[in-house]
């Protein structure tokens, strides 16, 4: 009985990096898939970076689409993107529209120290999730 017993547990440990494998690969997939839409959509092919995703999403929350934008509200476009990205996970609120229709988030949680691919990682995944949403991507 204790054989079965200890088989039966290696085999559902076993079973842990599948699913996360899958989960990989799905994210994979998706994010490829977007960044092919997106990229036709707003860069003739040429694959959009990261960078240029969050951008598009910051213009997007903004909702001013047509405008052009200095370098520091650029980068202002960008923090409301990962404000936006990152407020499922519990790392921002939105609190309020300031008068000139930007949006403000508050911290909720201090992001934890993550190194640059783990970064990376939860951002795609935050990314495809936005788009899974609006249903740009299935």
Known sequence: MKIGDTNLHLKIINLQPKIEMSRDTQLKERWEQ?????????????????????YLIGVQELGK?????????????MHIAICRLLEPYGFYEFEFFDEEGWPHYKVKEELPPLKAGEQS???KEAIVNYFLERKLID
């Open 121 to 123: 990682v939860l951002m």
């Open 34 to 54: 977007l960044v092919t839409i997106l990229s036709n959509q707003f860069s003739q092919g040429e694959d959009l970076d990261l960078d240029a995703i969050i």
């Open 65 to 77: 689409v047509h405008s052009e934008y200095k370098k520091d509200e650029k980068l202002n476009l």
